[in-house]
């Protein structure tokens, strides 16, 4: 899916950011989608990308979900490598600016 656009980044935390993206629709125009988080996972040795949730009783639930998983799988492809730049940016103690990153992507 080469044109899904990365509308904003955020840093949260030293290595948490949080995307707002969108794609285009032929029946619906523009699907945006804001609150992704991508951070480390916690319990791998991997980039966790979790879709926009909310939180009751201490589990989280999910408020967006894609049947088609190639699609996510795709999106999470594209912000797994933002986020490999950024933290690759802050262990060289480089200043990378996060919106001079997405306008590469984009």
Sequence with gaps: ???????QVKKL???T???TIAFPTQEYGNIVIKGIRVCESPKYEDIW???PSYNVYGSYHPTFFLE???IWEE????LKDIYK???G????DLDIDLDDLIKNIN
Excluded: D, W
């Excluded at 899916?1 to 509308?7: G, V």
């Excluded at 940016?89 to 060289?92: A, H, Q, V, W």
């Design 89 to 92: 940016s802050l262990e060289s």
């Design 75 to 78: 999106i999470c492809v594209q």
């Design 17 to 19: 950011l949080r995307f």
């Design 1 to 7: 899916m080469n044109n899904i656009e990365i509308r």
């Design 68 to 70: 088609n998983k190639s």
């Design 13 to 15: 935390a030293k290595k």
């Design 49 to 51: 990308v979790q879709p």
């Design 85 to 87: 730049k950024y933290i």
